[in-house]
């Protein structure tokens, strides 16, 4: 949801309002054996995550669930989207959680290369090796060690719209690049401007970027550049960023322009148009939007909030990029041996099959039934990216260490701001990019 990355989404953030109240849950078992009957009550186990809004408000019904299983107290403290950060400051505090979710791959690393992260246990590796295409694991792996337990995923080459605005317009849903650019177009020309683009969040302008590379640059030259093997000044990056200017130049694609764009969070670029008082017909952004939709605005998905695939660039294919959220257990907190116990929840298709009833979310997991979702577009999402098993591509973003692609204000999110303020000049921005990927990754 990085976040969204994003983030994510980051993905992620969504929803409005940021809840801090601690959530309390009942847990149960002991660091050998998977949670049954109430061995851990009297135990209070910490789980902090970026999650506000509907997600938070969905994720608790999992934690709801882990309860009743269960007998520990479990608090939620909500970290911001810089993890981390808010991370580190509670080590050093002496008091870290015990469960951290994660939504950037890179993040996850510095936190295992720097020590902080105990290693998944045999039950939740075990179960999550049977459920998962390796590629997840992978992402959750670090110099051989299983750490990360993926159990939040998200379809970022989703094009969401009002179904009324395209008809008005006498639009169809476009399977190009160039059919995308000459829709929002004739949209704009019928009243209603094509794209709220979630500029104040730049976690979403990098997924922007992520799904024009990857169809542009194919998956290879994709992976290079995401573990900075290829340079930002590569012409690939440079022909992307020319292709993504094509939308931030024109007014009529961006609804307000730039400035209002540079204005708008997430959760505002669904209101604009799944909100009561619609000012664009188009929101890209990843599967996340429809929960949004649908739990903020009252629309039903597959109904009066739609989507298609984000189109091929140019000769390429359709890209197929991803985010997710990692559940990470810190070694050195208070319980973590029954913090784990939780990610051996998280590990069954039971867990997820909780969060896909409510919306607003897809499984990684292969074995989480489809009647479990909640409505047959989020089913039919989540066997689209079940089934593209090893070729889905993780957020690029959310790869990278956090100073260039997960901070806000800096790196790859400030750099893409400043390009859709003024894309005019691709090869000055392929430059601070390098120059500043460069830094972060030390080479």
Same mark, same amino acid.
């Given at each position: /949801?990085?976040?969204?990355?994003?983030?994510?989404?980051? @993905?992620?953030? *969504?929803?409005?309002?940021?809840?801090?109240?601690?959530?309390? /849950?009942?847990?149960?078992?002991?660091?050998?054996?998977?949670?049954?009957?109430?061995?851990?009550?009297?135990?209070?186990?910490?789980? @902090?995550?970026?999650?506000?809004?509907?997600?938070?408000?969905?994720?608790?019904?999992?934690?709801?669930?882990?309860?009743?299983?269960?007998?520990? #107290?479990?608090?939620?403290?909500?970290?911001?989207?810089?993890?981390?950060?808010?991370?580190?400051?509670?080590?050093?505090?002496?008091?870290?959680?015990?469960?951290?979710?994660?939504?950037?791959?890179?993040?996850?690393?510095?936190?295992?290369?720097?020590?902080?992260?105990?290693?998944?246990?045999?039950?939740?590796?075990?179960?999550?090796?049977?459920?998962?295409?390796p590629v997840w694991k992978n992402y959750g792996t670090v110099d051989g060690t299983f750490y990360g337990l993926y159990f939040k995923a998200a379809h970022k080459s989703t094009v969401w719209y009002?179904?009324?605005?395209?008809?008005?317009?006498?639009?169809?849903?476009?399977?190009?690049?160039?059919?995308?650019?000459?829709?929002?177009?004739?949209?704009? =020309?019928?009243?209603?401007?094509?794209?709220?683009?979630?500029? !104040?969040?730049?976690?979403?302008?990098?997924?922007?970027?992520?799904?024009?590379?990857?169809?542009?640059?194919?998956?290879?030259?994709? =992976?290079?550049?995401?573990?900075?093997?290829?340079?930002?000044?590569?012409?690939? *990056?440079?022909?992307?960023?020319?292709?993504?200017? !094509?939308?931030? #130049?024109? #007014?009529?694609?961006?609804?307000?322009?730039?400035?209002?764009?540079?204005?708008?969070?997430?959760?505002?670029s669904v209101e604009k148009v799944f909100g009561p008082e619609p000012k664009a017909a188009l929101v890209y952004e990843g599967d996340f939007v429809g929960g949004v939709a649908k739990d903020e605005?009252?629309?039903?998905?597959?109904?009066? @909030?739609?989507?298609?695939?984000?189109?091929?660039?140019?000769?390429?294919?359709?890209?197929? *990029?991803?985010?997710?959220?990692?559940?990470?257990?810190?070694?050195?907190?208070?319980? @973590?041996?029954?913090? /784990?116990?939780?990610?051996?929840?998280?590990?069954?298709? !039971?867990?997820?099959?909780?969060?896909?009833?409510?919306?607003?979310?897809?499984?990684?997991?292969?074995?989480?039934?489809?009647?479990?979702?909640?409505? =047959?577009?989020?089913?039919?999402?989540?066997?689209?990216?079940?089934?593209?098993?090893?070729?889905?591509?993780?957020?690029?973003?959310?790869?990278?260490?956090?100073?260039?692609?997960?901070?806000?204000?800096?790196?790859?999110?400030?750099?893409?701001?400043?390009?859709?303020?003024?894309?005019?000049?691709?090869?000055?921005t392929a430059a601070a990019l390098e120059t500043a990927a460069a830094k972060a990754h030390g080479n």
């Amino acid at each position: /949801m990085r976040q969204t990355g994003a983030r994510t989404v980051r @993905a992620t953030a *969504v929803g409005s309002t940021l809840l801090a109240l601690a959530v309390t /849950m009942t847990a149960c078992g002991d660091a050998g054996t998977a949670a049954t009957g109430g061995e851990l009550k009297g135990t209070t186990v910490t789980v @902090a995550g970026v999650w506000t809004g509907s997600e938070q408000k969905n994720f608790k019904k999992v934690l709801d669930a882990f309860g009743a299983k269960t007998g520990a #107290k479990t608090v939620f403290v909500p970290s911001g989207d810089n993890v981390s950060t808010f991370v580190g400051s509670k080590i050093e505090g002496g008091n870290a959680p015990d469960v951290v979710l994660v939504p950037q791959v890179g993040v996850l690393q510095q936190f295992a290369k720097a020590g902080w992260l105990k290693p998944l246990s045999e039950r939740a590796a075990t179960t999550a090796g049977g459920n998962l295409a390796p590629v997840w694991k992978n992402y959750g792996t670090v110099d051989g060690t299983f750490y990360g337990l993926y159990f939040k995923a998200a379809h970022k080459s989703t094009v969401w719209y009002a179904p009324d605005a395209l008809e008005q317009a006498g639009v169809t849903e476009p399977k190009s690049w160039e059919e995308l650019l000459a829709a929002g177009r004739t949209l704009a =020309d019928s009243g209603r401007p094509a794209f709220a683009v979630a500029g !104040e969040d730049g976690w979403t302008l990098t997924d922007w970027f992520e799904n024009v590379y990857l169809s542009q640059a194919g998956p290879e030259k994709y =992976d290079r550049l995401a573990r900075h093997e290829l340079k930002w000044t590569d012409p690939s *990056v440079v022909t992307a960023l020319t292709t993504l200017a !094509e939308v931030f #130049k024109d #007014k009529r694609l961006v609804a307000g322009g730039a400035a209002e764009a540079l204005r708008t969070d997430f959760p505002g670029s669904v209101e604009k148009v799944f909100g009561p008082e619609p000012k664009a017909a188009l929101v890209y952004e990843g599967d996340f939007v429809g929960g949004v939709a649908k739990d903020e605005y009252g629309k039903k998905p597959g109904e009066d @909030a739609k989507f298609f695939p984000f189109p091929p660039v140019g000769s390429g294919k359709a890209p197929v *990029v991803s985010g997710g959220d990692a559940a990470v257990v810190l070694k050195d907190a208070k319980n @973590a041996d029954a913090g /784990m116990k939780l990610l051996e929840f998280l590990a069954t298709p !039971e867990a997820a099959e909780v969060w896909a009833g409510a919306g607003g979310f897809l499984s990684p997991n292969k074995d989480v039934k489809p009647e479990a979702y909640a409505d =047959d577009t989020a089913r039919a999402t989540a066997a689209s990216l079940v089934a593209a098993g090893d070729s889905v591509r993780f957020d690029m973003s959310d790869q990278a260490p956090a100073a260039f692609g997960g901070t806000k204000g800096a790196g790859e999110w400030k750099i893409l701001q400043d390009f859709l303020r003024d894309p005019s000049n691709p090869e000055a921005t392929a430059a601070a990019l390098e120059t500043a990927a460069a830094k972060a990754h030390g080479n």
